[in-house]
């Protein structure tokens, strides 16, 4: 998998590009986003329209860091998720839990945010 990682003010835009899934990607982002929210970035952009497929670790994952950022008065967003992805996401039950938008720039308005880097 391969990330990039966009801090936009109080934003934080995270692209993928590749599987998520317990042995392809899945340990790359939970040490990405683990670094990210220890520093206190609790607001997250995940471009996700290059990630074909998600298992249930990847699933966990992003429930997970979402529930913590909530707490923290931040989120998940998610941009551009596959049909792949939106069909499993509804079938497990937890796409409500996230918005799904479809550029950075609508994600980044979520949060209140309007520039993209």
Request: proline share 3%; charged share 20%.
């Amino acid at each position: 998998m391969d990330l990039s990682v966009i801090s936009q003010k109080s934003v934080t835009v995270v692209r993928l590009k590749g599987s998520l899934k317990l042995d392809d990607g899945v340990p790359e982002l939970s040490a990405t986003l683990g670094r990210l929210t220890q520093e206190g970035h609790r607001k997250f952009v995940l471009n996700v329209s290059e990630m074909p497929q998600i298992d249930s670790s990847g699933i966990g994952l992003l429930v997970r860091t979402h529930t913590d950022c909530v707490k923290h008065g931040g989120g998940i967003t998610l941009v551009q998720p596959s049909n792949f992805a939106v069909h499993t996401l509804r079938l497990v039950g937890v796409l409500r839990l996230f918005k799904v938008v479809s550029s950075d720039s609508e994600g980044l308005a979520v949060f209140g945010e309007t520039v993209v880097a």
